[in-house]
């Protein structure tokens, strides 16, 4: 089986950055588009961006687009996600997840809080 684990988060102020990141375990990452998702307090889990096994990767259509970059390395079994000009509204926790399409999202993490300060 693939497991997930996030690590990167923490407390920053409006517009500084961070790198998140998600090790995962198991011979099939490279097999499966890795994502990012987040969910903030009382809301529900919105797609932040996603990314294939070739490196092509694809965003949501809230406000993280053109603040964040997805990249892989699948030598290395790694998702990364790069957030800059944080926001207070970014705050939340941050999932890494993978699938193997056309199956659902399947696999999960156990998630890292980003908070931003104003």
């Known amino acids: 089986q693939v497991q997930l684990a996030e690590s990167g988060g923490g407390l920053v102020q409006a517009g500084d950055s961070l790198r998140l990141s998600c090790a995962a375990s198991?011979?099939?990452?490279?097999?499966?588009?890795m994502g990012w998702f987040r969910q903030a307090p009382g809301k529900e889990r919105s797609f932040v961006a996603s990314i294939n096994w070739s490196g092509t990767s694809i965003f949501g259509t809230n406000s993280a687009k053109g603040r964040f970059t997805i990249s892989r390395d699948n030598a290395k079994n790694t998702v990364h996600l790069q957030m800059n000009n944080l926001e207070p509204d970014d705050t939340a926790i941050y999932l890494c997840?993978?699938?193997?399409?056309?199956?659902?999202?399947?696999?999960w993490g156990p998630g890292t809080q980003v908070t931003v300060s104003s």
């Open positions: 198991g011979r099939t990452f490279s097999r499966l588009r």
């Open positions: 997840a993978g699938r193997e399409e056309p199956a659902p999202w399947s696999y």
